[in-house]
């Protein structure tokens, strides 16, 4: 018997395909570090399973039709749309619910956030400031983190582009851009500490 035999493609993609399209979409929201694959299918498996159990009384329905003919037979369009936004659409639904089911008040007092670094809470509110980048030299970069710059995210290293780079005052003011450059990239190794100012 070969694995791509009707049956055991239909089982695969009835029990994978889902949970594995709300496994990374949840990443895409919540980066993290990459599983181990056997881990992944299992987990993959399980969320195939929530997602059947919640759409379980519309499956039940669509599959027992209505009166004498099937609602297969009646709506066969219908059908076919049903069931690619069982495989397909409600998984992804499904990572955005638990995402703000895990974000609102009440999960919070109860559970960790789902964001595992500070680094990635903060920048991910994409939010303009003023930056002071303490190195572990004691060197200070200022410079400004706006629109254009970039903040790397889980699971790669930290590392962070400021788009302009800015010369401070004897009072540690921002006192004017720097002219002719086109910002700094800074290495996460090198930092001590970061300082944060609103625009």
Known sequence: MSIWDIDKLQLFIMFVIPGFI??????????SHLKDSSKQLVDAITYS???????YWFIVTVEAGTGTESFKV???NLYIFFYV???LVFPVILAFSWKALRESEKFKKNLHHPTQKPWDYFFAKGRCYWVKVILNNGT???????PKSFASSSPAEEQLYLEQ????????SFERAINQTAGVIILTSEI??????DV
Request: with cysteine; net charge negative.
């Open 22 to 31: 709300s496994m990374k979409t949840y990443e895409l929201l919540y980066p």
């Open 49 to 55: 399973c929530i997602n059947y159990a919640i759409l």
């Open 74 to 76: 009646a709506h066969p």
């Open 85 to 87: 936004f069982v495989l």
């Open 140 to 146: 200070v970069i200022a410079g400004y983190y706006g």
């Open 165 to 172: 780079t800015w010369k401070l005052g004897d009072d540690g």
């Open 192 to 197: 001590s500490h970061i300082e944060f100012r």
